[in-house]
């Protein structure tokens, strides 16, 4: 049996247009730099922990430098993601690793936090025939993976809000689709969630 794709998610670092909501703590151009310093730090995570392939879909399109010197530097598939909503990027994305490896998951650049310890566990839930959800505290999700691309678990999804877990995991009742869950994290969208996940994130904090 083929070991799962990993699928990482990014977002173009380009000031004024990615991690928007650190200012005014931030200056765009800080704010930008933030974002690439989280998308290497998940991508070296990643490597570290995750036996099998993994891909870098990124957004809107793959013309950065960072996003060319991870996929030299590690060997990444680089993608654009598709388009439309969160939802059909992500389905889009899974479909595709799932028809390469058999089943696939997708992390969020938002949590290098989250420690070689829960990448462990995705992989091995994963491989083993397991779905996964991992949970952020504000309602999302930051870790998604499946054995199926159910195209259900993604339309109509009210992304953004507090309520995707729950609207997720109550499709996924509906469809009988079983998740495990990951440990809850604090996924870095605000100042406050930065200086946070810095006191318990050495890396993060020495960046800073």
């Known amino acids: 049996m083929s070991q799962p794709e990993l699928i990482l998610f990014a977002k173009k670092p380009v000031p004024g247009q990615v991690k928007t909501r650190l200012q005014p703590d931030y200056l765009p151009e800080q704010a930008a730099e933030i974002a690439s310093f989280l998308i290497r730090a998940t991508t070296e995570l990643a490597i570290s922990a995750w036996p099998g392939e993994i891909a870098l879909y990124v957004w809107p399109d793959c013309n950065h430098a960072l996003f060319h010197e991870l996929a030299r530097e590690y060997h990444l598939r680089l993608t654009p993601q598709a388009e439309g909503d969160l939802g059909a990027k992500m389905w889009h994305a899974l479909r595709e690793g799932i028809a390469r490896r058999g089943s696939a998951a997708i992390l969020g650049c938002d949590v290098p936090h989250c420690g070689w310890d829960v990448i462990d566990q995705a992989n091995d839930w994963l491989a083993s025939g397991k779905n996964i959800l991992g949970p952020t505290e504000d309602g999302g999700y930051y870790f998604i993976g499946l054995q199926q691309a159910r195209p259900e678990l993604f339309e109509n999804i009210p992304w953004g809000c507090n309520k995707v877990l729950e609207t997720t995991l109550a499709r996924a009742a509906s469809l009988d689709v079983e998740f495990h869950l990951l ?14 996940a810095a006191q ?3 890396a993060l904090k020495r960046f800073l």
């Open 183 to 196: 440990k809850t994290l604090r996924d870095i969208d605000t100042a406050n969630d930065l200086w946070l």
């Open 200 to 202: 318990k994130y050495e």
